[in-house]
C-alpha cells in the first residue's frame, strides 16, 4: 500500500494561537475553551482547565475546529501533542493543523508521537534560551501518509492498545495504593503498640538535625557542568525534570543517598525522603542518627509512621 511523505502545511489549515489582553475583563467568559500547554493530559486529550473565552474574546485570538492536532511550540515541554474533538482556543505556546477530509486528525497525531518525529522538531527549534519552533518550520515538518481507510484502521488499533495500556496503570496505581496502605497499617500498629521491652527516647536523643542551604537562584544552572553539584530539592524526589546544579563551592549542607532527608514544607507536611545525593536546600532538613543508640534505616522507617505528626 503506496504511503505519501506530506508536509504538515499541505495537510489542512496551520494555526498558532494567541492571548487576547488578559486586562480586559471582556475577553473572558463562558464561551468557548481557552487552551494552554498544561491542559494535554498524557493520553493526549485536553482537560477542561477552567478557563474560557468570551465570544469578544474569539474575536481576538483564532478559532481552532474540531478534531484538530495541536503541539506544544515553546519551552521544556516543546513537542508535547494533543487531540480536541472540540472547538477550542489556544495561546500563543501551541501550533495546531486542523486536517483536511482525506486525513484523519487521530492518526496525525499518533504519527507525532513517534520518537523520530519530535526528535526532528526539536532539531528545527531555535536553539535560544527557551527552544521555539515557529508555525512555518513546524508547517514544513513531513509525515508519512496511507490512504484514508488505512488510517483509520491504524487508528483504531492504536486507539484499542492506549486504552489497555490505561487500563493497565489504572490497576498498576490502584496496586499501589493497597500495598501503601498495607505498609502504613503496619507501621502504625508496631510503633504505636511497641512490645513492652522497648524503651522510649525523644529524637533529640537518638539523632540531630541540620538545614539546608543554597546560594541565589542567579547562580543555578540547568545542566550539569565542571565544578556544579546538583542542588537537591523536595520536588527532585519525584521527577528530575526540573534538576538544577550549584557552584561545588557556594555548597555547604550535602547528603548521600542513603540519608534521611525531611521535607520541611507541604503539603504533604513532613516528608520522609531518600535516594539523592548533592547539596540540598533550605527546603530540606537531614535527620543524622546516633547509631550507637538507632539504625540510620530503623529511623527511616519510624519517621515514616505518620501518627508522629499528631
Same mark, same amino acid.
Given at each position: 500500500?503506496?504511503?505519501?511523505?506530506?508536509?504538515?502545511?499541505?495537510?489542512?489549515?496551520?494555526?498558532?494561537?494567541? @492571548?487576547?489582553?488578559?486586562?480586559?475583563?471582556? *475577553?473572558?467568559?463562558?464561551?468557548?475553551?481557552?487552551?494552554?500547554?498544561?491542559?494535554?493530559?498524557?493520553?493526549?486529550?485536553?482537560?477542561?482547565?477552567?478557563?474560557?473565552?468570551?465570544?469578544?474574546?474569539?474575536?481576538?485570538?483564532?478559532?481552532?475546529?474540531? *478534531?484538530?492536532?495541536?503541539?506544544?511550540?515553546?519551552?521544556?515541554?516543546?513537542?508535547?501533542?494533543?487531540?480536541?474533538?472540540?472547538?477550542?482556543? @489556544?495561546?500563543?505556546?501551541?501550533?495546531?493543523?486542523?486536517?483536511?477530509?482525506?486525513?484523519?486528525?487521530? &492518526?496525525?497525531?499518533?504519527?507525532?508521537?513517534?520518537?523520530?518525529?519530535?526528535?526532528?522538531?526539536?532539531? *528545527?527549534?531555535?536553539?535560544?534560551?527557551?527552544?521555539?519552533?515557529?508555525?512555518?518550520?513546524?508547517?514544513?515538518?513531513?509525515?508519512?501518509?496511507?490512504?484514508?481507510? !488505512?488510517?483509520?484502521?491504524?487508528?483504531?488499533?492504536?486507539?484499542?492498545?492506549?486504552?489497555?495500556?490505561?487500563?493497565?496503570?489504572?490497576?498498576?496505581?490502584?496496586?499501589?495504593?493497597?500495598?501503601?496502605?498495607?505498609?502504613?497499617?503496619?507501621?502504625?500498629?508496631? &510503633?504505636?503498640?511497641?512490645? !513492652?521491652?522497648?524503651?522510649?527516647?525523644?529524637?533529640?536523643?537518638?539523632?540531630? &538535625?541540620?538545614?539546608?542551604?543554597?546560594?541565589?537562584?542567579?547562580?543555578?544552572?540547568?545542566?550539569?557542568? !565542571?565544578?556544579?553539584?546538583?542542588?537537591?530539592?523536595?520536588?527532585?524526589?519525584?521527577?528530575?525534570?526540573?534538576?538544577?546544579?550549584?557552584?561545588? !563551592?557556594?555548597?555547604?549542607?550535602?547528603?548521600?543517598?542513603?540519608?534521611?532527608?525531611?521535607?520541611?514544607?507541604?503539603?504533604?507536611?513532613?516528608?520522609?525522603?531518600?535516594?539523592?545525593?548533592?547539596?540540598?536546600?533550605?527546603?530540606?532538613?537531614?535527620?543524622?542518627?546516633?547509631?550507637?543508640?538507632?539504625?540510620?534505616?530503623?529511623?527511616?522507617?519510624?519517621?515514616?509512621?505518620?501518627?508522629?505528626?499528631?
Amino acid at each position: 500500500m503506496k504511503w505519501e511523505v506530506k508536509k504538515i502545511k499541505d495537510l489542512g489549515i496551520i494555526q498558532t494561537g494567541a @492571548t487576547p489582553k488578559t486586562s480586559d475583563a471582556k *475577553n473572558f467568559g463562558n464561551y468557548i475553551s481557552f487552551v494552554k500547554p498544561a491542559d494535554f493530559l498524557p493520553n493526549g486529550e485536553i482537560k477542561n482547565s477552567g478557563q474560557k473565552l468570551s465570544k469578544t474574546g474569539l474575536q481576538k485570538t483564532r478559532l481552532i475546529k474540531a *478534531n484538530s492536532v495541536l503541539m506544544v511550540c515553546i519551552g521544556a515541554t516543546i513537542g508535547k501533542a494533543g487531540f480536541s474533538a472540540l472547538d477550542i482556543t @489556544t495561546n500563543q505556546q501551541i501550533n495546531s493543523l486542523t486536517p483536511e477530509r482525506n486525513y484523519d486528525a487521530k &492518526f496525525i497525531y499518533y504519527q507525532m508521537l513517534t520518537q523520530e518525529f519530535q526528535k526532528r522538531v526539536k532539531h *528545527n527549534a531555535s536553539q535560544a534560551t527557551l527552544p521555539i519552533i515557529n508555525k512555518t518550520k513546524w508547517g514544513n515538518l513531513t509525515i508519512r501518509i496511507p490512504p484514508i481507510a !488505512e488510517q483509520k484502521r491504524i487508528v483504531e488499533i492504536l486507539d484499542e492498545c492506549f486504552a489497555g495500556i490505561e487500563r493497565a496503570e489504572a490497576i498498576a496505581r490502584q496496586n499501589l495504593t493497597n500495598a501503601r496502605e498495607l505498609f502504613d497499617s503496619y507501621l502504625n500498629k508496631l &510503633f504505636q503498640n511497641p512490645p !513492652e521491652d522497648w524503651s522510649e527516647k525523644s529524637l533529640g536523643e537518638v539523632c540531630r &538535625f541540620q538545614g539546608g542551604s543554597q546560594p541565589p537562584k542567579s547562580e543555578f544552572v540547568s545542566s550539569l557542568r !565542571e565544578g556544579y553539584i546538583r542542588l537537591i530539592q523536595i520536588r527532585d524526589y519525584k521527577t528530575d525534570e526540573k534538576k538544577v546544579f550549584i557552584p561545588l !563551592e557556594k555548597a555547604k549542607r550535602f547528603c548521600e543517598k542513603d540519608d534521611i532527608m525531611i521535607g520541611r514544607y507541604g503539603p504533604p507536611l513532613f516528608q520522609i525522603l531518600r535516594g539523592l545525593e548533592g547539596a540540598y536546600n533550605v527546603a530540606l532538613m537531614k535527620a543524622i542518627p546516633n547509631e550507637k543508640i538507632i539504625s540510620r534505616d530503623y529511623l527511616f522507617y519510624f519517621l515514616k509512621n505518620r501518627s508522629i505528626l499528631h
